[in-house]
């Protein structure tokens, strides 16, 4: 049996507190964290029904029982996929490749699933005819920017290239300055390394790519997260 316990504000205090759990019965917390601005418990419940059954009712509105698929789409919610936390043990981020946890898809039967998450990082360069800076580009539909963009295992412009990134494709949104989302490019990725021109008919302004638009990815068995490094800015111009 699945039981939601929730407390009636953000933290647990010994008012909200159930009481404790009885002879007879076995209570295993499956995730804890936040749901609907509460401090919330997921538990499984084994053991003797009848005892079970009593139990809730000395806390009733403390506790509510739950199907498989409810606790599982609570679950989700409290504690969604991709969820980026620090690892046990490790500070702020460096170039070591598991001081980051990244959140699986939750399900209540197996309960939260943390996978090692490891930071590559794009090296971005963008050029225009004109080598201005910001680049621009004309919205006619012609006139282009070069845009190359290396995968690369550390910060370092020496770092290697991961050349694992082989045949993936990612859509990259490419958004305003007031943050809209005014263009998408599918860039697609050979030996570690996207190259190609840039067009547009789209709106004058300036654009930018936004780190956070970039989800985590899996490769293999591992799974990754992008960051970006390079200006990204550009300008989006018509002729009169």
């Known amino acids: 049996m699945y039981i939601k316990f929730q407390s009636n504000s953000e933290r647990i ?66 504690s969604p996929k991709d969820t980026v936390k620090p690892t046990p043990g490790f500070g702020k981020l460096g170039n070591a ?21 490891t930071y590559l990082y794009a090296h971005i360069a963008i050029t225009d005819a004109d080598n201005t800076i910001p680049p621009g580009v004309e919205n006619d539909g012609q006139d282009s920017m070069r845009v190359t963009i290396t995968i690369r295992a550390g910060s370092s412009s020496e770092a290697a290239v991961v050349r694992a990134v082989n045949g993936l494709s990612w859509r990259v949104h490419l958004r305003t300055s007031d943050n809209v989302v005014g263009d998408i490019v599918k860039v697609t990725f ?3 390394v996207s190259s190609f021109l840039y067009t547009t ?29 390079g200006d990204t800015q550009f300008k989006v111009y018509r002729t009169l």
């Open 201 to 229: 008919t789209g709106q004058p302004g300036i654009y930018n790519v936004s780190e956070s638009d970039l989800e985590v990815f899996a490769m293999g068995n591992m799974y990754y997260k992008v960051l970006l490094l």
């Open 13 to 78: 205090t010994p008012q909200d507190c159930a009481t404790p759990v009885p002879e007879g019965i076995a209570s295993v917390i499956k995730l804890s964290g936040q749901y609907a601005g509460k401090a919330t418990n997921l538990m499984e419940v084994t053991g003797d029904e009848r005892t079970i059954r009593l139990w809730m009712e000395q806390n009733a509105g403390k506790l509510t029982e739950l199907t498989e698929a409810q606790a599982t789409t609570i679950g989700k919610v409290m």
């Open 190 to 192: 050979v030996r570690g």
């Open 97 to 117: 490749s598991t001081q980051y946890q990244v959140a699986g898809e939750f399900d209540i039967v197996s309960g939260q699933t943390w996978y090692p998450l």
